[in-house]
Protein backbone atom coordinates (compact mmCIF):
# COMPACT_ATOMS: atom_id res chain seq x y z
CA UNK A 1 0.00 0.00 0.00
CA UNK A 2 0.56 3.46 -0.27
CA UNK A 3 3.17 4.74 2.35
CA UNK A 4 3.73 8.63 2.90
CA UNK A 5 6.96 9.99 4.73
CA UNK A 6 7.15 13.69 5.61
CA UNK A 7 9.78 15.82 6.92
CA UNK A 8 10.39 17.82 9.00
CA UNK A 9 8.80 16.85 11.92
CA UNK A 10 8.97 20.50 13.44
CA UNK A 11 9.83 23.46 11.62
CA UNK A 12 10.32 27.15 13.38
CA UNK A 13 10.99 30.02 11.22
CA UNK A 14 10.70 33.89 12.01
CA UNK A 15 8.05 35.50 10.78
CA UNK A 16 8.07 37.01 7.60
CA UNK A 17 10.14 33.81 6.22
CA UNK A 18 9.40 31.24 3.86
CA UNK A 19 8.67 27.67 5.46
CA UNK A 20 9.01 24.44 3.13
CA UNK A 21 7.89 20.95 3.70
CA UNK A 22 8.49 17.80 1.86
CA UNK A 23 6.86 14.50 1.81
CA UNK A 24 7.66 11.33 -0.51
CA UNK A 25 5.58 8.88 -1.52
CA UNK A 26 5.79 5.06 -2.46
CA UNK A 27 2.83 4.33 -4.95
CA UNK A 28 2.86 5.73 -8.13
CA UNK A 29 -0.81 4.99 -8.56
CA UNK A 30 -0.90 8.21 -6.50
CA UNK A 31 -2.11 10.60 -8.63
CA UNK A 32 -3.79 13.12 -5.97
CA UNK A 33 -1.80 14.89 -3.35
CA UNK A 34 -3.76 17.44 -1.04
CA UNK A 35 -2.43 19.61 1.95
CA UNK A 36 -3.59 20.21 5.41
CA UNK A 37 -3.72 22.16 8.40
CA UNK A 38 -4.53 21.48 11.86
CA UNK A 39 -5.43 23.34 15.05
CA UNK A 40 -5.13 21.32 18.38
CA UNK A 41 -8.44 19.72 19.01
CA UNK A 42 -9.61 20.74 15.32
CA UNK A 43 -10.32 18.79 12.11
CA UNK A 44 -7.73 18.81 9.29
CA UNK A 45 -8.39 21.92 6.83
CA UNK A 46 -7.78 21.41 2.95
CA UNK A 47 -5.32 24.74 2.38
CA UNK A 48 -4.19 23.15 -1.24
CA UNK A 49 -4.05 20.06 -3.40
CA UNK A 50 -2.09 19.10 -6.73
CA UNK A 51 -2.90 16.93 -9.31
CA UNK A 52 -0.50 14.66 -11.26
CA UNK A 53 -0.84 16.28 -14.50
CA UNK A 54 0.48 19.32 -13.06
CA UNK A 55 3.76 20.25 -11.59
CA UNK A 56 2.95 23.72 -9.34
CA UNK A 57 0.14 25.32 -8.31
CA UNK A 58 0.23 28.32 -6.28
CA UNK A 59 -2.52 30.13 -3.92
CA UNK A 60 -1.68 33.46 -2.54
CA UNK A 61 1.28 33.13 -0.06
CA UNK A 62 1.09 29.07 -0.09
CA UNK A 63 2.16 26.71 -3.34
CA UNK A 64 2.96 23.35 -3.82
CA UNK A 65 5.05 21.46 -6.11
CA UNK A 66 5.38 17.87 -7.52
CA UNK A 67 8.13 15.74 -9.44
CA UNK A 68 5.91 12.62 -10.18
CA UNK A 69 9.80 10.74 -11.02
CA UNK A 70 11.50 11.51 -8.06
CA UNK A 71 7.37 10.98 -5.74
CA UNK A 72 8.32 13.74 -4.06
CA UNK A 73 6.07 16.63 -3.37
CA UNK A 74 6.66 20.05 -1.47
CA UNK A 75 4.63 22.64 0.31
CA UNK A 76 6.26 26.28 0.33
CA UNK A 77 4.80 28.90 2.62
CA UNK A 78 6.36 32.56 1.81
CA UNK A 79 6.43 35.75 3.96
CA UNK A 80 4.62 33.40 6.79
CA UNK A 81 2.60 35.34 9.87
CA UNK A 82 1.61 34.34 13.55
CA UNK A 83 -1.37 32.49 12.23
CA UNK A 84 0.47 29.82 10.07
CA UNK A 85 1.68 28.32 13.40
CA UNK A 86 -0.28 24.75 13.00
CA UNK A 87 0.70 20.94 11.91
CA UNK A 88 0.67 20.51 8.36
CA UNK A 89 -0.09 17.29 6.91
CA UNK A 90 0.44 15.97 3.55
CA UNK A 91 -1.29 13.14 2.07
CA UNK A 92 -1.48 11.27 -1.26
CA UNK A 93 -4.40 9.23 -3.05
CA UNK A 94 -4.99 7.39 -6.15
CA UNK A 95 -8.55 10.09 -6.35
CA UNK A 96 -11.19 7.09 -7.43
CA UNK A 97 -13.99 7.72 -5.03
CA UNK A 98 -13.49 4.66 -3.17
CA UNK A 99 -10.05 5.23 -2.81
CA UNK A 100 -8.06 6.76 0.91
CA UNK A 101 -6.25 9.13 1.62
CA UNK A 102 -3.34 8.18 3.42
CA UNK A 103 -1.58 10.88 5.73
CA UNK A 104 2.28 11.77 6.32
CA UNK A 105 3.69 12.26 9.83
CA UNK A 106 2.74 15.38 10.28
CA UNK A 107 5.04 19.24 10.48
CA UNK A 108 4.63 21.54 13.52
CA UNK A 109 5.41 25.42 12.15
CA UNK A 110 6.39 27.50 14.96
CA UNK A 111 6.56 31.25 13.24
CA UNK A 112 8.51 33.36 15.98
CA UNK A 113 7.39 36.72 16.63
CA UNK B 1 -18.86 23.95 1.12
CA UNK B 2 -19.98 21.00 2.63
CA UNK B 3 -20.15 20.17 5.79
CA UNK B 4 -19.92 17.38 7.85
CA UNK B 5 -21.15 17.01 11.33
CA UNK B 6 -20.10 14.83 14.54
CA UNK B 7 -21.80 13.82 17.82
CA UNK B 8 -20.78 14.13 20.23
CA UNK B 9 -17.88 16.10 20.35
CA UNK B 10 -17.09 14.95 23.84
CA UNK B 11 -17.83 11.30 25.44
CA UNK B 12 -16.04 9.93 28.58
CA UNK B 13 -17.11 6.48 29.19
CA UNK B 14 -16.38 3.66 32.25
CA UNK B 15 -14.25 1.25 30.83
CA UNK B 16 -15.88 -2.06 29.21
CA UNK B 17 -19.06 0.51 28.21
CA UNK B 18 -19.91 0.73 23.88
CA UNK B 19 -19.65 4.46 22.33
CA UNK B 20 -21.39 5.57 19.52
CA UNK B 21 -20.26 8.34 17.36
CA UNK B 22 -22.04 9.67 14.45
CA UNK B 23 -20.73 11.18 11.21
CA UNK B 24 -23.31 13.08 8.64
CA UNK B 25 -22.81 14.68 5.53
CA UNK B 26 -25.40 17.81 5.92
CA UNK B 27 -25.61 18.99 2.55
CA UNK B 28 -24.43 16.35 -0.09
CA UNK B 29 -24.46 12.66 -0.29
CA UNK B 30 -21.34 10.61 0.74
CA UNK B 31 -21.09 8.00 -0.85
CA UNK B 32 -17.90 7.11 0.89
CA UNK B 33 -17.08 8.01 4.38
CA UNK B 34 -13.47 7.12 6.52
CA UNK B 35 -12.86 6.77 9.82
CA UNK B 36 -9.59 7.89 11.36
CA UNK B 37 -8.08 8.05 14.83
CA UNK B 38 -5.54 10.41 15.57
CA UNK B 39 -2.94 9.74 18.91
CA UNK B 40 -1.98 13.17 20.97
CA UNK B 41 0.63 14.46 18.75
CA UNK B 42 0.41 11.82 15.94
CA UNK B 43 -0.99 11.94 12.45
CA UNK B 44 -4.37 10.22 11.40
CA UNK B 45 -4.60 7.05 10.85
CA UNK B 46 -7.28 5.00 8.58
CA UNK B 47 -9.08 2.99 10.35
CA UNK B 48 -11.89 2.00 8.00
CA UNK B 49 -13.29 2.64 4.84
CA UNK B 50 -17.38 2.31 4.31
CA UNK B 51 -19.71 3.25 1.46
CA UNK B 52 -23.29 3.10 1.56
CA UNK B 53 -25.07 -0.43 2.16
CA UNK B 54 -22.02 -2.20 2.61
CA UNK B 55 -19.84 -3.71 4.39
CA UNK B 56 -16.64 -1.61 5.76
CA UNK B 57 -13.03 -2.03 4.79
CA UNK B 58 -10.87 -2.49 7.79
CA UNK B 59 -7.31 -1.28 7.46
CA UNK B 60 -5.01 -3.68 8.53
CA UNK B 61 -4.12 -4.05 12.33
CA UNK B 62 -8.06 -2.64 13.35
CA UNK B 63 -10.22 -4.74 14.64
CA UNK B 64 -13.61 -4.79 13.11
CA UNK B 65 -15.70 -6.50 15.93
CA UNK B 66 -14.52 -3.97 18.29
CA UNK B 67 -14.93 -1.02 16.04
CA UNK B 68 -18.19 -1.52 14.73
CA UNK B 69 -18.75 1.02 11.41
CA UNK B 70 -22.24 1.35 10.19
CA UNK B 71 -23.33 3.37 6.90
CA UNK B 72 -27.11 2.76 6.31
CA UNK B 73 -27.62 5.89 4.53
CA UNK B 74 -25.92 8.44 2.24
CA UNK B 75 -26.06 11.35 4.76
CA UNK B 76 -24.91 9.16 8.15
CA UNK B 77 -22.09 6.37 9.46
CA UNK B 78 -21.95 5.56 12.58
CA UNK B 79 -19.08 4.15 14.63
CA UNK B 80 -19.67 2.18 18.10
CA UNK B 81 -16.90 1.37 19.82
CA UNK B 82 -17.12 -1.76 21.42
CA UNK B 83 -16.55 -2.28 25.04
CA UNK B 84 -13.81 0.49 25.43
CA UNK B 85 -10.58 0.11 27.52
CA UNK B 86 -8.58 3.66 28.29
CA UNK B 87 -6.05 2.41 25.37
CA UNK B 88 -9.19 3.39 22.72
CA UNK B 89 -9.50 6.96 24.10
CA UNK B 90 -8.12 9.32 21.30
CA UNK B 91 -9.28 11.89 18.36
CA UNK B 92 -11.62 10.24 16.46
CA UNK B 93 -12.54 12.07 13.19
CA UNK B 94 -14.83 11.10 9.85
CA UNK B 95 -14.89 11.98 6.86
CA UNK B 96 -16.91 11.91 3.62
CA UNK B 97 -16.28 12.08 0.11
CA UNK B 98 -19.17 13.13 -2.22
CA UNK B 99 -20.21 11.98 -5.89
CA UNK B 100 -19.77 15.34 -7.72
CA UNK B 101 -15.83 15.95 -6.79
CA UNK B 102 -14.14 12.31 -5.92
CA UNK B 103 -10.71 13.76 -4.90
CA UNK B 104 -12.19 15.79 -2.03
CA UNK B 105 -13.14 14.54 1.22
CA UNK B 106 -14.49 16.81 3.99
CA UNK B 107 -13.34 16.21 7.22
CA UNK B 108 -16.24 16.63 10.38
CA UNK B 109 -14.79 18.26 13.56
CA UNK B 110 -14.00 15.06 15.77
CA UNK B 111 -15.16 13.28 19.04
CA UNK B 112 -12.75 13.26 21.83
CA UNK B 113 -13.12 9.83 23.34
CA UNK B 114 -11.46 9.33 27.40
CA UNK B 115 -12.18 5.92 28.54
CA UNK B 116 -11.94 5.87 32.66
Known amino acids: GENVEQHPSTLSVQEGDSAVIKCTYS??????FPWYKQELGKRPQLIID?????GEKKDQRIAVTLNKTAKHFSLHITETQPEDSAVYFC????????????FGSGTRLSIRP | GAVVSQHPSRVICKSGTSVKIECRSL??????MFWYRQFPKQSLMLMAT?????????EQGVEKDKFLINHASLTLSTLTVTSAHPEDSSFYIC????????????FGPGTRLTVL
Open chain 1, 91 to 102: AASTGSSASKII
Open chain 2, 27 to 32: DFQATT
Open chain 2, 50 to 58: SNEGSKATY
Open chain 1, 50 to 54: IRSNV
Open chain 2, 95 to 106: SARGVSNADTQY
Open chain 1, 27 to 32: DSASNY
